[in-house]
């Protein structure tokens, strides 16, 4: 029960950390101070799309799921819990390279306009 709760909790984490990555430069354009905490998530999360890495989070929760009595998976988070929701036809390299880019792509766009706001208001007060 322990171990399946494990990697319950760390299911959400990992998809949590997801969400921060993708969508943490939105936090940035608000409270800029927060671009410490988010830059390096950005940059570990495109790492690891782009260079086809696992994360480590991955294969724990594989070893929590198999302790707890449950069917570990092959693969990685995403082709696992989100392939087959958006990526029919499985996760190709060039989809996770894409990938990788959308999130470089989104928090870029994100850090330029929470840039340009601070400008802005440097520029007024």
């Keep these: 029960m322990l171990w399946s709760w ?6 959400l984490l990992h998809g949590l950390f997801i969400a921060w ?30 260079a086809g890495w696992v994360c480590p989070l991955t294969p ?23 392939t087959a929701a958006i990526y029919p036809d499985g996760l190709t390299r060039d989809v996770q390279v894409a990938l990788g880019l959308a999130v470089v792509a989104i928090n870029a766009a994100l850090y330029g306009a929470a840039w ?10």
Excluded: N, S
């Design 60 to 82: 724990l929760e594989q070893r929590w799921r198999v302790a707890a009595g449950e069917a570990g998976y092959a693969g990685g988070y995403i082709e696992h819990y989100l």
């Design 21 to 50: 990555v993708v969508l943490g430069g939105l936090a940035v354009w608000a409270r800029p101070r927060l671009v410490w905490l988010h830059l390096p998530c950005a940059a570990w999360g495109a790492a690891i799309e782009l």
């Design 116 to 125: 340009r706001r601070a400008a802005r208001r440097r520029r007024a007060g």
């Design 6 to 11: 494990l990697a319950d909790a760390l299911l």
